[in-house]
């Protein structure tokens, strides 16, 4: 029997048999989908996480109270430790002799902006901070200008734009030198920025930045905040942190031998806290899935034991013929890799389709990962060895006159 006539004993295996075959099936697609859906939705995450890394320059060291993303650890003790004001980043700044460009990072408000008649949502951002932020950002000014030292050291009421507000308020004004409103205060604007896209659904555009010393006056002060620093170069980051966490150390009192009580993160240190956590997620959706690809073996085995029970004449027949025990087990554990296969190319697209869902969800491109398409064909395959080898054997050992004579 060649592999044509083989597959299509399978396919007509199956058909008589719609009921069982689709319960079976079901189970299988359900298994490989569970590891495919959050194999590819992980992937889209960590590909989106790898480009949008410009978020903050490569070359800035983020300081902050509490880590960014935290696995695990004390939350209570981080939950205690002192603020980081701004009267931190001053006293930074002066003291650093190696990294440079500190900019404090605030958000003031989320409040709506009016210019005229017009005016947007509530949702706006409004960020204080000085003349390094725009850099240490990776913000590009498309007209006007950025802060500069005497902005900021007298507070003055100016703000830069991002790209959503001007599309909000001046679609056809140059909004450059024209007063926007924010909480009943008139700021003057000097400067717009281009577009940067979303993250994580999230614009990147939808703000206005202040100096932050005008901020302070209008907000008020007793607030924590993030600083970033840049360093001078790529090659001098390493010792740009060790310098700022020094510097810090001294700034907040930490008694010697004592952990830190704030954190220093970079883009590496990000990416290797987010491997962690897409570790964790795979490995989870490849338990799950497992659990699930076992429960659906069994039902595989069993299918193919009805099976063998249902064909024991027509087996029976065949070795009267001359079929070897070799044939009967090669046709039988090709109809449970078709059966298998079958599921889980099934179970493979529908993983696909809904995984790539979360790229559609984040305003990303849609990612295929390859190495878990090959999992989910060749794990496939070997379930079915796994689980079709008995039926094929028992198969195999029945005798032809004993079956011959089966009803």
């Not at 070359?59 to 993303?69: A, C, F, L, Q």
């Not at 003055?156 to 909480?183: C, M, T, W, Y």
């Not at 869902?357 to 990612?367: F, H, K, N, Q, R």
């Given at each position: ?21 689709s319960?079976t ?13 959050s ?11 790898q480009?949008?890394m410009s ?6 060291i ?14 209570e ?26 900019s ?20 706006v951002?409004?960020i ?26 007298y507070?003055?009421?100016?703000a830069i ?14 909004p450059l030198?024209k007063s ?9 604007i ?8 979303s993250?994580f659904?999230?614009s ?11 901020g302070?006056?209008?907000?008020g ?6 600083i970033?620093v ?38 590496d240190?990000?990416?290797?806290t987010f ?7 795979y490995a989870v ?39 070897t025990?070799k ?7 090709t ?5 298998c296969q ?15 869902g979360?790229?559609l969800?984040?305003e990303?491109e ?6 878990a ?27 032809p006159?004993d ?5």
């Amino acid at each position: 029997m060649n592999i044509k006539e083989v597959f299509k004993q399978a396919f007509d295996s199956l058909w008589a048999n719609k009921l069982r075959s689709s319960l079976t099936l079901l189970a299988l697609v359900v298994g490989v989908f569970s590891v495919i859906v959050s194999t590819t939705a992980v992937a889209v995450l960590d590909n989106f996480f790898q480009n949008t890394m410009s978020v903050m320059g490569g070359d800035v060291i983020n300081v902050s109270k509490t880590p960014s993303v935290q696995m695990g650890g004390s939350a209570e003790n981080v939950r205690n430790r002192q603020d980081i004001t701004f009267e931190t980043a001053e006293r930074l700044q002066e003291m650093l002799r190696l990294a440079e460009d500190v900019s404090p990072d605030e958000t003031f408000d989320y409040t709506k902006v009016m210019y005229g008649d017009e005016e947007t949502d509530p949702t706006v951002r409004i960020i204080g901070s000085n003349q390094y932020y725009l850099d240490n950002n990776a913000y590009e000014l498309s007209e006007g200008r950025n802060f500069s030292s005497e902005d900021i050291q007298y507070g003055r009421l100016l703000a830069i734009i991002g790209h959503d507000i001007q599309q909000e308020l001046f679609q056809n004004v140059n909004p450059l030198g024209k007063s926007i409103r924010i909480a009943g205060q008139q700021y003057r604007i000097i400067g717009t920025l281009d577009e940067k896209g979303s993250v994580f659904g999230q614009s990147q555009d939808k703000f206005v930045l202040i100096p932050y010393t005008a901020g302070l006056m209008i907000y008020g002060g007793d607030r924590n905040i993030d600083i970033q620093v840049k360093a001078p170069a790529m090659d001098f980051i390493e010792a740009a942190m060790d310098e700022i966490t020094g510097v810090m150390r001294v700034i907040r009192k930490v008694a010697p031998g004592a952990e830190n009580d704030f954190e220093i993160e970079t883009n590496d240190s990000l990416a290797g806290t987010f491997d962690q956590f897409t570790f964790i997620l795979y490995a989870v959706g490849f338990v799950i899935g497992g659990i699930t690809l076992f429960g659906a073996g069994i039902g595989v085995m069993n299918i193919m034991l009805v099976s063998v029970t249902e064909r024991t004449r027509e087996i029976g027949l065949r070795k009267a013929v001359g079929a070897t025990k070799k044939a009967i087990v090669s046709q039988f554990l090709t109809e449970t890799i078709f059966i298998c296969q079958l599921g889980g190319l099934i179970g493979i697209a529908l993983g696909i389709l809904a995984g790539n869902g979360m790229a559609l969800w984040i305003e990303t491109e849609p990612v295929i990962p390859i190495w878990a398409v090959l999992t989910g064909f060749f794990g496939m395959f070997f379930i079915a060895l796994l689980f079709g080898v008995y039926p094929a054997y028992k198969a195999a050992r029945l005798d032809p006159i004993d079956s011959l004579r089966y009803e």
